[in-house]
């Protein structure tokens, strides 16, 4: 299974959502690669900054098999990261064609953390041949006007919706299904506990059952 998320606007929960699919595969017995488009996963899982990533992949002349190297254990050891990186992003079509590809063959589950599509514009065409070659694209998103009005206006056409409930909000998951025309696969009540174990690194390690039970559906 290969699952892209991905937000059109900042702060959705892009990340975290990530991280609790991860665990839930984790859960099942699966081997589970977390890619990081983003750039924020080291940070939630309480790992050091790697130098080195997919971008500096990208940028080189290496075979798919070396992306291998640059994965990093994380404190599930059912769950590897391939993270980002941070060299500047190149336009080479063919190798970002060749690392989507890549991970469409992975015989573990991928989960990759695609994050906002209009932030750092330089990623467009790696996040674009990512969402083209997985099994499932999922728009990651809280139920608010705001981001209903990027949706409808934006090129990619979700195969699954996650929202991100908040009390108060005006849209239920049936205005947001035919907004968007995809099914809401799971719905996530805001936890500020899930907040602030991403900010400790630890939602890994902690995540509540309460966060990824409603992800069981997309797994």
């Keep these: 299974m ?18 609790g699919l991860a665990v839930r595969h984790a859960a099942e017995g699966e081997q ?21 990533g997919i971008s500096e992949w990208i940028a080189a002349d290496a075979e798919t ?8 254990a994380t404190s599930v050891p059912a769950v590897r990261l391939l993270p980002l990186g941070s060299a500047e ?39 674009e041949a990512v969402i083209a070659d997985a099994d499932r694209s999922l728009l990651v998103t809280r139920a608010c006007y705001l981001s209903m009005r990027r ?11 996650v929202v991100v409930r908040e009390h108060g909000r005006a849209l239920d998951a049936g205005d947001i299904e035919r907004l968007i025309g995809a099914p809401v696969v799971a719905q996530i009540d805001i936890d500020p506990a899930v907040a602030r174990l991403v900010d400790a690194g630890l939602l890994v390690n902690r995540a509540p059952r309460t966060f ?7 797994a």
């Design 212 to 218: 990824t039970k409603p992800l069981g559906r997309v």
């Design 32 to 52: 589970v690669l977390l890619v990081d488009l983003c750039g924020d996963l080291p940070a939630a899982l309480g790992l050091a900054e790697p130098a080195v």
């Design 151 to 161: 949706v409808v206006r934006h090129d990619h056409a979700p195969d699954g919706v």
């Design 89 to 127: 992003e190149t336009a080479d079509v063919h190798r970002r064609a060749l690392f989507a590809s890549a991970l469409a063959e992975e015989r573990r589950t991928v989960v990759v953390d695609v994050g906002n599509l209009h932030a750092h514009p330089a990623r467009g065409g790696l996040r």
């Design 2 to 19: 290969f699952l892209a998320l991905w937000s059109v606007k900042g702060g959705s929960g892009v990340t975290a959502t990530a991280i």
């Design 65 to 72: 098999s070396a992306l291998r190297r640059l994965e990093v």
